[in-house]
């Protein structure tokens, strides 16, 4: 390309950065810089395969050394670097014809005009003003001017103004080698021989190593790399020494100090350094307002100045000084450091006590300690420094705070998770969001936004129900479970005895089911008249009867509902003592009723001690405790009732209600809970669904309903593979 004209064109192959196609579509922005300072640059047009053509304007190409930056969105970038003052072709043929004037005029004479063809103007030599005729001259003789007829000095002085016979061979070889031709002259030399000849040369440090020639540049892009982006690289392991522009710092030719990075950097007017894996630098002059960009590399601050300073991979110690403004340490470790004010450390690992050296903010983001086990980092406030504001913000480890409001005023925000230590400190302010256990404040206060104290009462409150909610059914306290009301249905439609307990009330009332104990007992007692020649056995067996009644437990006992279940007779398993089965009376013969009979059941009616009267007794009490509402059997199933009235019918109308009626509240200024009911389940996914949201390149943000409040918020990030979003935490 040739400096300071228009209408010429660069082109540039653009691939897609997702799948390494052609980029045949987009914006293709094209931005150029002249000498090192901004060009004004414009737009690329597509011409095929990917291969896109910028023409630029005249004064784009106005300088020596150009670059031109073609950048498409979701394509990867691609950099063209131009020498203008390289040889074009057309420049060598204006070098020729400039030549072809200077043989044409010597010494003010055309030698075209004064030779003439085939020497003819030689015959006016006679009127050159000094001889006036050579006619008629003698034939002169060959070999006619001999060393003897000459002075001795005559050879070197006609040689004083000619070329030696050894340097004109050396420019006859010169001039065959490039025309191509034996025994060529000028006058046979075409410019396109010149031209072809002059790309065509071999070229070689000894041979073209001219300061600022076009072939010294054109070796040195061959030989040594480029400056990608404006930067100089550094290689401390396998680099080589070396100061000369072009040649060292470059990509394929790194230096091995960070002193000849800076010499080149201050040669070229660059700012911008790239350190290889293993270097190690330590700081030897201010370096400030420089980028240093690298993996896996150490750097020693050394006490320089790194104001606006930018320092990338690096693991680093040592002091910084100057006045900040924003430096920042990104994917570093950090080990121990002495800071100036408005420095920003991110998503770095801190394995060293970090030291404030000037009053001011101090910024950690997205950081982690970087100490295993009990130990942690500490951050000094500095014994004399005071006025000094520490933001810590989605850090995870402990933090140990020292020096605080030793002199001044010192505040500090951290915010994620792990623990805070105070370790020898004068006073100070602390705001701590998150989950933080807090360990040896004594003179710092802390004001603590953490779930601690919910997650211990959640705990407690877990025990208590228990697994699967065994504890509700210690709900009626005293050991009255719920779980002893079988089923959900009416429990005086619930067979009995069922599950109710020995001595419960449910037990009582089991004994009066058909067949069960009392029953059996009330089923023995004749209901006919019987015959007189019973008498003896009746009697034997009503004997046996007031026995057994006997036995029935009494009013107290049943309240006090103590009597052991092996007490009660079970007709299932127990026999009648002194009772044979003889036969069962199908037909009655018609016998008539006898004294005796009618005598002994009345008088057994009518014994209230221990006969059919006392039995009546206990009964009468037992339904006069089923009607007693206060106290008795039937407010025990006024209870039971209230609390099994429970119809399919109510359940569907409260969860109907549930659904259709009852509102929640949308969680605020919180994170999601890692343990959620299904109530905050709902609202967030609600307050997600309706809510203002908004994303850009670092954060993702949830608006309460105002649309201006950040309620939630996450870190997102993406490196062209994988797109992250974090975890959500609490705004703003």
């Not at 982690?368 to 005071?386: E, K, L, Q, V, Y």
């Not at 056995?537 to 279940?565: C, G, H, I, W, Y």
């Not at 009616?605 to 509402?629: E, F, P, R, W, Y």
């Not at 025990?636 to 209230?642: E, G, W």
Request: hydrophobic residues 40%; glycine residues 10%.
């Amino acid at each position: 390309m040739k400096k300071n004209v228009g209408s010429q064109l660069i082109s540039a192959q653009m691939i897609s950065a997702t799948d390494g196609s052609d980029q045949t579509t987009g914006t293709c922005n094209v931005a150029v810089e002249i000498d090192g300072a901004a060009g004004t640059g414009g737009t690329a047009t597509h011409i095929a395969n990917g291969k896109w053509e910028y023409a630029p304007i005249q004064a784009d190409t106005n300088g020596d050394y150009l670059t031109f930056q073609f950048v498409i969105s979701g394509a990867i970038t691609s950099t063209l670097q131009v020498y203008t003052d390289f040889p074009q072709t057309v420049d060598n043929d204006t070098k020729i014809t400039t030549i072809a004037a200077d043989v044409a005029n010597v010494d003010g004479y055309n030698l075209a005009t004064q030779i003439g063809t085939a020497g003819a103007g030689l015959t006016n030599i006679g009127t050159i003003a000094t001889v006036t005729t050579l006619t008629n001259l003698p034939a002169i003789t060959t070999d006619w001017l001999t060393a003897a007829g000459t002075a001795a000095d005559f050879t070197t002085e006609i040689q004083v103004g000619l070329a030696t016979s050894a340097a004109q061979t050396t420019a006859q070889n010169d001039l065959d080698t490039l025309t191509g031709a034996d025994g060529a002259t000028l006058a046979t030399a075409s410019s396109a021989q010149l031209v072809d000849d002059v790309w065509d040369e071999v070229i070689t440090s000894g041979a073209h190593n001219t300061a600022d020639s076009s072939a010294k540049y054109v070796r040195q892009l061959r030989t040594n790399g480029t400056y990608i982006g404006g930067t100089i690289y550094i290689d401390t392991v396998n680099g080589s020494a070396g100061t000369e522009d072009y040649e060292n710092g470059t990509d394929a030719n790194p230096v091995n100090s960070i002193a000849d990075a800076n010499t080149l950097a201050t040669s070229l007017g660059f700012t911008r350094f790239s350190v290889l894996p293993g270097s190690t630098i330590t700081f030897a002059a201010s370096q400030a307002g420089d980028v240093f960009e690298g993996d896996a590399w150490t750097l020693a601050l050394g006490g320089q100045n790194i104001v606006g300073s930018v320092i990338k991979g690096a693991t680093v110690s040592g002091v910084a000084s100057g006045t900040g403004t924003t430096q920042i340490f990104t994917n570093c470790v950090m080990n121990a450091c002495s800071h100036i004010k408005g420095t920003h450390i991110l998503t770095s690992a801190i394995a060293g006590t970090q030291t404030v050296v000037e009053a001011g903010d101090y910024f950690l983001d997205r950081c982690h300690s970087g100490i295993a086990g009990a130990a942690t980092w500490s951050w000094d406030f500095g014994a004399a420094i005071g006025n000094t504001n520490l933001n810590v913000r989605n850090y995870s480890g402990g933090i140990q705070l020292e020096s605080m409001n030793d002199t001044g005023t010192d505040t500090a925000s951290i915010e994620g998770q792990g623990q805070l230590i105070e370790g020898t400190c004068t006073g100070g302010a602390v705001s701590l969001r998150g989950m933080f256990n807090q360990s040896g404040i004594t003179n710092i206060t802390v004001t603590a936004d953490d779930n601690t104290t919910n997650t211990a009462a959640i705990l407690v409150d877990t025990a208590e129900i228990g697994a699967a909610g065994v504890g509700l059914t210690e709900a009626g306290g005293d050991g009255d479970h719920l779980s002893a009301i079988p089923g959900v249905s009416d429990p005086w439609l619930t067979a009995l005895p069922g599950a109710y307990g020995v001595g419960t009330a449910g037990e009582i009332l089991g004994d009066w089911k058909n067949g069960e104990r009392l029953d059996v007992l009330l089923d023995a007692i004749p209901t006919t008249a019987m015959r007189g020649t019973d008498n003896a056995a009746t009697s034997a067996k009503q004997d046996t009867m007031e026995t057994t009644l006997n036995d029935v437990p009494t009013t107290a006992e049943f309240n006090a509902r103590t009597l052991a279940a092996a007490a009660y007779f079970d007709p299932a398993v127990d026999a009648v003592a002194n009772v044979t089965l003889v036969d069962t009376l199908t037909t009655y013969t018609g016998n008539t009723l006898q004294t005796g009979d009618v005598t002994t059941a009345i008088n057994d009616l009518a014994n209230a001690t221990d006969g059919l009267s006392a039995l009546k007794v206990l009964i009468d009490a037992i339904q006069t405790d089923l009607d007693n509402g206060t106290d008795g059997l039937g407010a025990l199933k006024t209870l039971i009732d209230a609390l099994q009235d429970i119809s399919a019918a109510n359940v569907n109308t409260e969860v109907s209600d549930v659904i259709k009626t009852d509102t929640i509240t949308l969680p605020g200024q919180v994170a999601p809970p890692l343990a959620p009911t299904l109530e905050e389940a709902v609202a967030w996914l609600y307050k997600n669904f309706r809510n203002h949201k908004e994303q850009d390149a670092s954060q993702w943000r949830l608006y309460a309903n105002n649309g201006t409040t950040i309620d939630s918020k996450a870190v997102v990030s993406d490196d062209g593979t994988d797109a992250v979003k974090q975890k959500i935490l609490a705004g703003p």
